[in-house]
């Protein structure tokens, strides 16, 4: 079965600064990964995926994650952050051959600092 | 991406009763699935609904406490029986779209007392 491990359980970050959350996942078959934000008190949105092709997948929000395969990783990084990517992310994973549930991470809070 | 309508958005609830959740979908879509948010938690799934047969639920959660009906491909509801403070939580419906697209409900936040 599929895991999804973040270490990061909270991140603070001035404001305009970068940041990167991290994502490790784990299965013995080829795997397709997301990361998802959730605003408070609000649904789940997608900010990017990777399925095949390019490692370096570009989401909305200026957002972008990089899948590495050797490293089993796909961390997500943003150069300039904002007060309002203040939220709660998720990084989750999902694999083919008909089992097509999503498999959460435990989440990360990033939490800019003005 | 497909969109989804949930409703109640939340609920408070006495224990001992029931609650059913319904999720609406604006296409057709073969994947539905059920997640559970227990407060600062992430998501963990309680079961995948597919039009025309039984939900498969995954381990940890039975169709005694949370049934779910599939009626058609635009259509799901969650049922949470028989009520405790302990299944206050946000629950979600989700549904797989083309090219691995999956969308999300805005959840219901249901709070049993």
């Known amino acids: 079965a599929q895991s999804v491990t973040q270490l990061d359980s909270q991140v603070p970050v001035f404001e305009e600064a970068p940041v990167e959350l991290r994502c490790n996942y784990s299965s013995s078959v080829s795997v397709y990964l997301f990361w ?11 900010l990017l995926k990777y399925l095949s092709g390019s490692t370096l997948v570009k989401g909305i929000n200026g957002f972008e994650a990089e899948f590495n395969k050797s490293q089993t990783s796909f961390h997500l990084r943003k150069p300039s ?4 990517d ?3 992310y998720f990084c989750a994973v999902s694999v083919d051959f008909g089992n097509e549930k999503l498999t959460f991470g435990t989440g990360t809070r990033l939490t800019i600092i003005p | 991406s497909a969109v989804i309508s949930q409703k109640p958005s939340r609920d408070i609830c006495q224990r001992g009763t029931s609650l059913t959740i319904q999720c609406q979908v604006d296409s057709q879509v073969t994947m539905m699935f059920w997640y559970r948010q227990q407060p600062g938690q992430s998501l963990t799934l309680i079961a995948t609904a597919n039009q025309g047969s039984e939900a498969t639920y995954e381990s940890g959660f039975v169709i005694d406490k949370f049934p779910i009906s599939r009626p058609n491909l635009t259509f799901s509801t969650l049922t949470v029986s028989n009520m405790s403070p302990e299944d206050s939580s946000i629950y979600l419906c989700s549904a797989r ?4 697209g999956y969308t999300f409900g805005s959840g219901t936040r249901l709070t049993v007392v």
């Open chain 1, 36 to 46: 998802y934000v959730q605003y408070p008190n609000q649904g789940l949105q997608l």
């Open chain 1, 81 to 84: 952050v904002h007060i309002s």
């Open chain 1, 86 to 88: 203040t939220a709660e």
């Open chain 2, 97 to 100: 779209g083309g090219n691995y």
